[in-house]
């Protein structure tokens, strides 16, 4: 059984169902009184314009009218299409604007939680004590009894703080071992 819905593969459909296309760049086959003109829609409008000097020059004046309204739907066109694009530019760069601003609020408070968050801390004055991590033995239970231990994975023993020698008299012998044959210092 046919379909009753025509299908038409032409390339003339083609073009006017995609009407919503980029225009200013889309080429465009259009039959006027002197044959086929291909183009963009700006082609397009310069040669219908020359087609129109031409027409004038030879004193058709109906044929110069002709051309000169087949160059004025082009623009019409051209300037439709091109006055969609910047609305879609300016909602876009809009939307934008909305976004940064959105981020950068979102920015500014994650700053002052945090500056709060550092204040709090130094109010406490560090009163919260370092959380342990759980060393490998404890944690893994038996299984992990053949683990090799590295320096890395050894707890950090505090050194004693070191003590600051004694000075020497002047009439005590050195440690040294060599008699105190010190050369003094000129003066």
């Known amino acids: 059984m046919k379909s009753t819905r025509s299908r038409s593969r032409s390339k003339s459909n083609r073009n006017r169902q995609n009407q919503g296309g980029n225009v200013v760049n889309r080429v465009f086959d259009s039959s006027g009184p002197e044959g086929k003109v291909r183009g963009t829609p ?67 408070e994650r700053q002052e939680r945090e500056s709060n968050h550092g204040g709090q801390q130094a109010q406490q004055g560090g009163q919260d004590q370092p959380q342990e991590q759980p ?11 053949n683990l090799v231990e590295t320096p890395e994975s050894k707890p950090k023993q505090k050194r004693a703080p070191r003590r600051k020698p004694k ?8 440690d040294t071992g060599d008699g105190g044959d010190r050369p003094e210092a000129a003066e």
């Open 42 to 108: 700006q082609q397009v409008i310069e040669k219908y314009n020359q087609l129109a000097r031409d027409a004038q020059l030879s004193n058709d004046r109906v044929a110069a009218e002709n051309f000169q309204q087949h160059a004025e739907h082009y623009l019409r066109m051209l300037s439709e299409a091109q006055r969609e694009q910047d609305q879609r530019r300016e909602e876009q760069e809009r939307q934008n604007r909305e976004r940064q601003a959105e981020r950068d609020r979102e920015r500014a």
């Open 135 to 145: 060393s490998p033995e404890s944690s893994g239970g038996e299984g992990d009894s």
């Open 167 to 174: 000075p020497k008299a002047e009439n005590e012998p050195d």
